[in-house]
C-alpha cells in the first residue's frame, strides 16, 4: 500500500474517469486501474516499437541479401558522406 497526493485537477479527473465505470469504483480503485492501463499501455508501446525495429532489421538484411556489390559500395559511400543538405552545409562552414 502506498499513498499519493494528487493536484486537484488530477484528482477530478480520476474522480471523473470513476463516475464513468459501471460499479462506479472508490478513488483508490480508479487509481489502481488507471495506473494498471497505463502501464498496459506502455507495454503495448514498447513491444510495438520492437517489432518495427526488428522488421526494419530484417527488411534491410533482405535488401542487402539482394543488393550487389557495386549497390553495396553505393551505399556505403552515401552513408560515409551523409546527406547532401548536410554536406552543403559543412561546405559553407568557415575553417578555423
Do not use: C, F, Y
Not at 500500500?1 to 486537484?8: F, K, P, Q, V
Not at 498496459?40 to 522488421?55: F, G, P
Request: proline share 3%; hydrophobic share 35%; aromatic share 2%.
Amino acid at each position: 500500500m502506498i499513498g499519493i497526493r494528487l493536484a486537484r485537477d488530477k484528482r477530478r479527473a480520476v474522480e471523473t474517469w470513476a463516475k464513468t465505470q459501471l460499479d462506479k469504483p472508490s478513488l483508490s480503485e480508479a487509481v489502481r486501474r488507471l495506473v494498471e492501463l497505463g502501464l498496459a499501455s506502455a507495454h503495448r508501446s514498447v513491444a510495438r516499437i520492437k517489432k518495427a525495429m526488428e522488421a526494419s532489421e530484417m527488411a534491410g538484411q533482405e535488401i542487402d541479401r539482394l543488393a550487389t556489390d557495386e549497390e553495396r559500395q553505393r551505399r556505403k559511400r552515401q552513408l560515409i558522406k551523409g546527406p547532401k543538405k548536410l554536406r552543403d552545409i559543412r561546405r559553407n562552414r568557415p575553417k578555423g
